[in-house]
């Protein structure tokens, strides 16, 4: 096994300068009581269980600031995090035109222009005017040209614009297809595949109730003969079973998210369940990725994977001392471009279908 710290997600993420003074801005000119309170309610809402044809999770000033108070640095941190692992494996590609759908605040605009400097071009879709105007703010603070000059269009992706016209570089399903009833996401993934010149990012937290979601987007991607980017080693179906695949990714929470979630942890471990699909193959095949945080006891290090040849569990025993400490370090996420050799042994697989 080798070079699984080389293709890793940032350590950790924290907000750009730009965007959280953007924030604390928005959130200053509020009463901190009314977007605290807000903040909480959603994320409560945001952690219930949805069929998807539920009123809107978030509507109004209030509920977009509680928004970008609490929810907005957690799923920037999984925008970076997936973005990033994606980037590993296509080093050369460099987008110039995005296009965020469902952009709430923007979010995904911010992380992508961190993750790749070279777009020039943003253009955001969302339903809600409240996140388009403070999507608005937040981006007319930044630093970044592209940013500044961000295309935000009301638009409900139940009635979006025929596919025919414009295509993008990068198009982001960012934690909306989890919103969507489950009967109409087949569509939009349709759609904004054909709006995809290179790159189709979906993501959605890393939780066993939307990692189906993501799971569906990328078997519907594949009759449509995307390539998998991240974060599987082949453009087969996924194998797993009884179990999510999901990443953490590491965030330091800037001030005004700590007090809207009421906590004092400096960080958190956000986690997601991504694919990123193209329109073009990556450069250099991997073997295989690690889905879980590698379980050490006093016996043995054991790591869970996803390979070119299925789900495999990976051990090295305790006396095998440099292959035990090795395994036992590997990072969650890290993906790697050899089959470990023995005395790392698969203990367990299941097979990728033919
Ligand atoms: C959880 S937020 C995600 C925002 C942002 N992409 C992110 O990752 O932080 C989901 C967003 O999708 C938007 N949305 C949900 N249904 C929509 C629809 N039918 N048309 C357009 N936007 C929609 C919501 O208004 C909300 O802003």
């Not at 710290?5 to 993420?13: E, G, K």
């Not at 399903?173 to 349709?190: C, F, I, K, Q, S």
């Not at 991607?221 to 599987?232: G, K, S, V, Y």
């Not at 054991?302 to 495999?312: D, F, L, M, N, Y």
Request: include cysteine; proline fraction near 9%.
């Amino acid at each position: 096994m080798s070079d699984a710290a080389s293709t890793l997600p940032p350590r950790q993420v924290t907000l750009p300068d730009d965007l959280a003074a953007a924030i604390e801005r928005a959130l200053a000119a509020a009463p901190r009581q009314q977007w605290q309170r807000e903040a909480q309610a959603l994320s409560q809402r945001y952690r219930a269980p949805r069929a998807g044809d539920e009123p809107p999770l978030a509507t109004g000033r209030d509920q977009a600031l509680g928004y970008a108070a609490l929810i907005m640095p957690a799923t920037y941190a999984q925008l970076r995090g997936a973005l990033a692992a994606s980037a590993a494996r296509i080093p050369e590609w460099q987008p110039a035109t995005m296009l965020d759908i469902g952009s709430g605040p923007g979010t995904a605009l911010w992380a992508a222009v961190e993750q790749w400097p070279t777009l020039r071009s943003l253009t955001a879709w969302e339903r809600e005017p409240a996140f388009i105007t403070l999507g608005r703010e937040l981006t007319r603070g930044s630093t970044h040209v592209a940013l500044k000059t961000t295309q935000w269009e009301r638009i409900d992706l139940l009635r979006a614009p025929s596919a025919s016209g414009q295509r993008y570089d990068l198009v982001v399903l960012g934690h909306v297809l989890n919103e969507l009833a489950p009967d109409l996401r087949g569509a939009v993934v349709a759609d904004a595949w054909q709006r995809t010149a290179g790159l189709l990012l979906i993501i959605e937290p890393g939780t066993s109730a939307a990692f189906p979601v993501v799971r569906a987007a990328r078997d519907q991607l594949l009759t449509h003969q995307a390539h998998t980017i991240a974060p599987c080693a082949h453009d087969q179906p996924c194998p797993l079973v009884n179990d999510w695949c999901h990443f953490p990714q590491r965030l330091i929470r800037p001030p005004f998210q700590r007090q809207a979630r009421g906590a004092p942890s400096q960080w958190e471990d956000s986690k997601f369940s991504y694919a990123a699909m193209a329109r073009f193959a990556p450069p250099e095949q991997i073997w295989g990725r690690i889905i879980r945080e590698v379980t050490s006891n006093k016996a043995y290090a054991e790591a869970k994977t996803s390979t070119r040849a299925g789900i495999t569990t990976y051990r090295a025993l305790k006396r095998h001392k440099e292959a035990y400490h090795y395994l036992r370090k590997l990072p969650w996420g890290g993906a790697f471009v050899q089959p470990p050799a023995p005395p790392i042994e698969p203990i367990e697989h299941e097979r990728v279908p033919e």
